[in-house]
C-alpha cells in the first residue's frame, strides 16, 4: 500500500460519526468550519503537518442511471494530512498539542470516549485509517521545519541578491557574511517562516 | 467553509466504481508507484504539493462496533484528495490539455465518467462529485510547490556555498557568487500572497474580516 | 471573385474586426464611439440602421476591394438586456460577461492606480453599480476623413432616434465624445510591420494569431498558430489553432463547442472583446530605462529587450541575442520592405523579403531553454509561451502547446494620443487594446491574472510582468516590481536584477463586449430571438 513516498505520509482516516435522533455532524461541521487560519489554526501546532483538510463524508454521490443507488448509514469525519515522518510519532504529536480539541471532535464520533491518552488515540486513529492506493509527491519530503527554512532563505536570499547587486567584492563579501549571520541557515528553530503564516510583516519568527 | 488555503485549493471528490474495476484500479496504481514515467506529466505540470487516490471496496468503510451500523453499498468508491495551486475552475483546462490520458486511467471505472477530453464534461463530472472542505490547513500558504521545490534549490546550493566560502579573497568569493547567482537565476524571486482566486472566495474572506471585526468590538 | 468555403468557418457571417487586423490593411486611424439604449425599439432601431455599415470577415484579398472605412459593433450585457434578449439567452452567458470588466477588477488587477476611479469619465456614473455603457462601435479608418465621413452617418442615424444617446465623457482631443486612435508610424501612409509603434517605443502588431478558417495567408500560421513539436522554422513547426477558441459555435481545442447562450443561431459566429483604454507612463519607463540601462552590462537597448522579449525594433531576442545582429537584421528587413512598397524589388529579394518577415515570428523557445536569450519573465514569452512551459521536457504533456494553446487571444486596436514630453507622465497617450477570444475568464483574465500579475506557471514566484503587471505597493512587492534577467553559464554571466520597477501602464476604462454573427445582429434589430 502507497501511504508514503520517500518520507512524506499520505494519512486518510474516515471517523464514523454518531447518528442519533440529535445530530452530531451539524454541530462537528460548525466547530470546525469556525477553526483559527493562518498561523492561529491549531494543526500549525502539529508538528511536521504539511498540508491536511478536515470535510464530512453525509453520503455518496449518485450519478444518475443506469447507476445504482447507494447511501451510507453513517455520516464519516474524513480526515486527510499529509506530514512528514511515520504516522505514531505524528498523531503523538497531535495529541499533545490537541489534546482538548481532538475530545472535543471524538464526543461526536462512534466510540470517541474510548479515547483517554496519546495511546488510546493512536489506536482509535488506526481503527479509523483507510488505505491510501497511490499517493503522488509534487513537492519535497523534507522535514516541515526544514521547508519553512528553506522558504525563509528563499525569500531572504532573493532580496539580498537584489539588493546587492553591484556592490565590490569586499563590500558583497562583508554583507554576504552578516546575512549569514543574520539569517543562520543552519539553524532550523530560528528566524524562519511560521507555520501557517500568511502575511508578509506575520511571516517571519 | 473553504477549498482554499493561501495559495493551495483542496480538491476532494467522490466517485463511485464497480468493485471488480476497483481491483484493477489498484492493480494499475500499484505499477504506477513502480514507474516514475507515469507520472512525469504530473510532475512537470508542477502545481501539485500533493495528491493521493484512495479505494475503499465496499466492506471496508471503518466500522468501530457499539451500534455503528454496517455499510451496506453496492460500489467501492474512489475518494480524490488533492493540494494544487490555483482554483479548479482556472486550471481544469491545463489539467485536461496536459495530462488527459493520465487522468483517464485515474478515473477508469468511476461510474458515468465521461473521460478528461472534451474538458466541459469533465469538468462537471467533477465538480458535481466535489465534497467541500469544512477546513483547510497550510503550513505555507505563500508558496507554490514550485516555491517549495526552489526554496529546497536554494538552501541545498546556499550551505555548501557558505562552508566554501570561508577563507576567500573577496575575488574568489565574488566568482563564486556570481556562479551560484547563474545556478539558482530561476530562483530569486519572492513570494507573497495569492492572485485573488475567485470573487465568491476573497467576498467570503471579507465577511468573515468584517465578523470578526465586529465580534471585536461587540 | 468567388471564395470557397473549405473549413467549417462562414466568414461573410463574421464580423470584420474579429478575423481581421484592419491596420495590416493601411486602415490605421480610428474611432471608438460608445452609447447607452434606453429604449428596446429604439435600440433594437439603432442596430438595424448600423446594420448595412458593419464590415464583414471575408478576406481582401485584392488590394481594390479593401474598404476605406470599416464599421464594427459589439453589446455590453446590460446593453443586450436593454435590448430586451430573452432571459434564459441572457442567462447563458458566463458570468465574468455578465459581471462586466470593471465588477472583474480584484481578479484582472484593476486595483491601485488602475481602479475605475482614475477612469476615463464615461466609465463612471453616480449609479456605479450597473452597466450604463451598451453599445460600442468602431470606426477604423484610412484617413481622418473616412473617419469623419463614418462617423457623420452614424450622427444621422442618432438624430432619428431619441431613445439612443452617445455617450461621452473621453479625455482627449475629441470634445469627449468619442475615443480617437492611430497607428504611429514613421512614413505616413504606409504600414508594414515592424513599421508600426507604440509610445515606449517598441514595434507593436507583428505577430498574428492564426485559426483554422480565420482567412489570413496560410504562411501565417508560422508563429501565429499552435506549436507541433517540429522545427518552429517550417509551416511543419506549426498548426491552425481551433477557431472555437475565438468563435462560438466552432469547435474549439478541447474537441467541443465552447459555452455560449442559446439559442445556436444567437451565438454561432459570435464572440467576445475585451476593450481595454491603457495609458502608459512614458515619463516613468524613458526614466527607468536610462537609469537602469546605464548600469545594464549590455546596455539600454538591451535592456528594452529582455522586458519585452523583443528588440525595440521588432526582433525577436531568442533569434537575435544581441544588439548588432537585431540591427542588421532589422536593416535589411526595411530596406526591403521599401523595395515591396515601391514595387521595385526582384524575385530575388522578394524571395529574401519573405525569409526575413518570417524570421520575426519563426521561433520558439526550445533552443532558450535557460532564458539566456529571452527571460522566462519577459514579455512575450509571458504572453505566448508557445511550448515554453514544458520547460524542455517534450513528451510530458500531450501536446508541446498543452498549457498554453487555451490562453492565447486575438489583438486588435490602436495607439492612442502623442508623446509631448517624452520625460512626463501626463498627457494622453497609450494603447486601446481589443481583445478577441470566446471565454473571457479562461482567457484573456487567465493570462492577465495569473500571467501579467503573477509568476508561478513560469517558476517566477509571485514576480508580475515587467511592461503591464501592476507593480503597486502592496503585499508581496516592496518598492515596485522587480524581474531576473537570466545570465548565461556559458560565458559566466551573472543573472542581472532589476527592482523599483514602476507600473508603466494603467488602466483608464474599458468593458467587456459581445460582438455577434451578421445573422445575430439581423435577429437583434428584428426582436426575433426565441430560445423555446
Known amino acids: ?205 | 467553509m473553504s477549498n482554499i488555503a493561501g495559495k493551495a485549493y483542496a480538491m476532494n471528490a467522490v466517485t463511485p466504481m464497480r468493485w471488480y474495476t476497483a481491483w484493477w484500479n489498484r492493480l494499475f496504481f500499484g505499477i504506477a508507484n513502480l514507474r516514475p514515467s507515469t507520472t512525469a506529466g504530473l510532475a512537470t505540470l508542477s502545481l501539485i504539493h500533493y495528491a493521493r487516490w484512495v479505494i475503499i471496496m465496499p466492506g471496508q468503510f471503518p466500522n468501530l462496533g457499539k451500534g455503528q451500523p454496517r455499510e451496506n453499498v453496492k460500489y467501492a468508491y474512489m475518494i480524490f484528495f488533492s493540494n494544487f495551486n490555483g482554483s479548479w475552475n482556472q486550471y481544469v483546462d491545463s489539467f485536461s490539455s496536459a495530462i488527459p490520458r493520465g487522468l483517464d486511467l485515474f478515473w477508469f471505472g468511476s461510474i458515468k465518467y465521461p473521460k478528461s477530453v472534451p474538458v466541459l464534461p469533465f469538468h462537471r463530472y467533477i465538480t458535481s462529485n466535489q465534497i467541500w472542505t469544512d477546513y483547510y490547513y497550510n503550513a505555507y500558504p505563500m508558496a507554490t510547490s514550485n516555491d517549495v521545490k526552489s526554496a529546497k534549490r536554494i538552501k541545498d546550493a546556499l550551505l555548501p556555498f557558505i562552508a566554501d566560502s570561508q577563507r576567500e579573497s573577496p575575488e574568489e568569493f565574488l566568482q563564486k557568487y556570481n556562479r551560484l547567482l547563474i545556478n539558482l537565476q530561476h530562483d530569486i524571486s519572492q513570494m507573497g500572497p495569492n492572485p485573488v482566486v475567485s470573487l465568491s472566495a476573497s467576498a467570503v474572506e471579507r465577511n468573515l474580516g468584517k465578523e470578526r471585526e465586529w465580534r471585536e468590538k461587540n | ?532
Request: hydrophobic share 35%; charged share 20%.
Open chain 1, 1 to 205: 500500500m502507497a501511504n508514503k513516498s520517500g518520507n512524506a505520509y499520505a494519512l486518510t482516516v474516515l471517523c464514523p460519526i454518531r447518528g442519533g435522533v440529535q445530530s452530531h455532524t451539524a454541530p462537528l461541521q460548525q466547530q470546525l468550519q469556525t477553526l483559527q487560519v493562518n498561523e492561529q489554526s491549531p494543526m500549525a501546532k502539529v508538528p511536521n503537518t504539511y498540508l491536511c483538510r478536515f470535510w464530512v463524508l453525509s453520503d455518496v454521490p449518485y450519478q444518475g442511471k443506469p447507476g445504482f443507488l447507494d447511501h451510507l448509514k453513517s455520516d464519516y469525519l474524513v480526515f486527510s494530512s499529509n506530514f512528514y515522518g511515520e504516522l505514531d510519532p505524528y498523531l503523538e504529536g497531535m495529541w499533545k498539542a490537541l489534546e482538548t480539541g481532538i475530545r472535543v471532535i471524538l464526543s461526536h464520533c462512534v466510540d470517541g470516549d474510548s479515547v483517554s491518552d496519546a495511546e488510546s488515540f493512536i489506536e482509535y486513529i488506526k481503527r479509523c485509517k483507510v488505505a491510501t492506493t497511490f499517493f503522488f509527491n509534487g513537492s519535497t519530503d523534507e522535514p516541515l521545519a526544514q521547508q519553512l527554512k528553506n522558504l525563509y532563505l528563499k525569500q531572504e536570499f532573493s532580496k539580498f541578491a537584489f539588493e546587492n547587486q553591484g556592490k565590490s567584492a569586499s563590500d558583497l563579501q562583508a554583507a554576504f557574511r552578516a546575512f549569514v549571520l543574520r539569517t543562520q541557515p543552519d539553524n532550523l528553530d530560528g528566524p524562519t517562516w511560521a507555520a501557517g503564516a500568511y502575511h508578509l510583516d506575520k511571516v517571519v519568527k
Open chain 3, 1 to 532: 471573385m468567388t471564395f470557397e468555403v473549405t473549413t467549417g468557418v462562414d466568414l461573410d457571417d463574421i464580423q470584420g474586426n474579429v478575423v481581421k487586423a484592419y491596420g495590416r490593411y493601411g486602415l490605421i486611424v480610428a474611432r471608438y464611439v460608445f452609447f447607452q439604449i434606453n429604449g428596446p425599439v429604439g435600440g433594437r432601431k439603432f442596430v438595424g440602421n448600423i446594420l448595412p455599415l458593419v464590415t464583414r470577415g471575408m478576406p481582401w484579398s485584392d488590394s481594390k476591394i479593401i474598404p476605406r472605412v470599416a464599421t464594427n459593433i459589439g453589446f455590453t450585457y446590460e446593453g443586450l438586456r436593454h435590448l430586451d434578449i430573452p432571459e434564459v439567452t441572457l442567462h447563458g452567458f458566463p458570468e465574468a460577461f455578465s459581471m462586466g470588466m470593471k465588477a472583474r477588477r480584484e481578479i484582472i488587477g484593476d486595483t491601485g492606480p488602475s481602479l475605475y476611479d482614475y477612469w476615463d469619465p464615461i466609465w463612471n456614473t453616480p449609479n456605479d453599480n450597473k452597466q450604463h455603457v451598451h453599445i460600442m462601435v468602431t470606426i477604423d479608418g484610412k484617413e481622418e476623413k473616412d473617419l469623419e465621413d463614418r462617423y457623420q452617418e452614424i450622427q444621422r442615424i442618432l438624430a432619428d432616434n431619441p431613445e439612443v444617446k452617445q455617450l461621452t465623457g473621453h479625455r482627449g482631443p475629441s470634445g469627449g465624445m468619442y475615443q480617437p486612435a492611430a497607428a504611429i508610424l514613421p512614413t505616413k501612409d504606409k504600414l508594414g510591420f515592424p513599421g508600426g509603434k507604440e509610445h515606449f517605443g517598441y514595434s507593436d502588431g507583428i505577430t498574428t494569431t492564426f485559426f483554422e478558417g480565420c482567412g489570413e495567408e496560410e504562411n501565417l500560421v508560422i508563429g501565429g498558430g499552435k506549436p507541433t513539436g517540429k522545427d518552429p522554422r517550417t509551416a511543419a513547426g506549426w498548426a491552425p489553432l481551433a477557431a472555437g477558441e475565438f468563435l462560438l459555435g466552432h469547435p474549439d481545442e478541447a474537441c467541443e463547442y465552447p459555452e455560449a447562450p442559446g439559442p445556436s443561431l444567437f451565438s454561432l459566429n459570435g464572440t467576445f472583446i475585451a476593450y481595454r483604454k491603457l495609458h502608459q507612463n512614458v515619463g516613468s519607463f524613458n526614466a527607468y530605462l536610462d537609469a537602469q540601462g546605464a548600469k545594464f552590462p549590455d546596455g539600454k537597448e538591451a535592456l528594452a529587450a529582455k522586458f519585452a522579449g523583443r528588440w525595440r525594433n521588432g526582433a525577436p531576442l531568442v533569434s537575435f541575442p544581441n544588439e548588432e545582429g537585431a540591427n542588421k537584421f532589422i536593416a535589411e528587413f526595411a530596406a526591403l520592405q521599401q523595395k515591396m512598397w515601391a514595387d521595385s524589388a526582384s524575385s530575388q529579394e522578394k524571395e529574401r523579403f519573405a525569409e526575413l518577415s518570417l524570421q520575426l515570428l519563426a521561433f520558439d523557445y526550445s533552443n532558450d531553454t535557460n532564458g539566456s536569450r529571452c527571460p522566462f519573465g519577459s514579455h512575450i514569452r509571458r504572453t505566448n509561451p508557445r511550448s515554453a512551459l514544458e520547460f524542455g521536457k517534450t513528451k510530458a504533456f500531450d501536446v508541446p502547446g498543452a498549457l498554453s494553446n487555451r490562453r492565447r487571444i486575438l489583438r486588435r486596436g490602436l495607439p492612442y494620443g502623442q508623446v509631448d514630453d517624452p520625460t512626463s507622465d501626463n498627457g494622453e497617450h497609450g494603447v486601446i487594446m481589443l481583445i478577441v477570444n470566446a471565454d473571457l475568464s479562461r482567457q484573456f483574465e487567465f493570462v492577465q491574472q495569473q500571467w501579467m500579475n503573477y509568476g508561478n506557471d513560469f517558476g517566477l514566484a509571485n514576480d508580475p510582468d515587467p511592461l503591464l503587471g501592476n507593480h503597486e505597493n502592496k503585499e508581496g512587492r516592496c518598492d515596485g516590481g522587480r524581474m531576473t534577467i537570466e545570465g548565461d553559464a556559458g560565458t559566466n554571466k551573472p543573472p542581472y536584477f532589476c527592482d523599483r520597477i514602476p507600473t508603466l501602464v494603467e488602466t483608464r476604462g474599458g468593458d467587456y463586449f459581445f460582438v455577434p454573427s451578421l445573422t445575430c445582429l439581423r435577429m437583434i434589430a428584428l426582436g426575433i430571438i426565441d430560445p423555446t
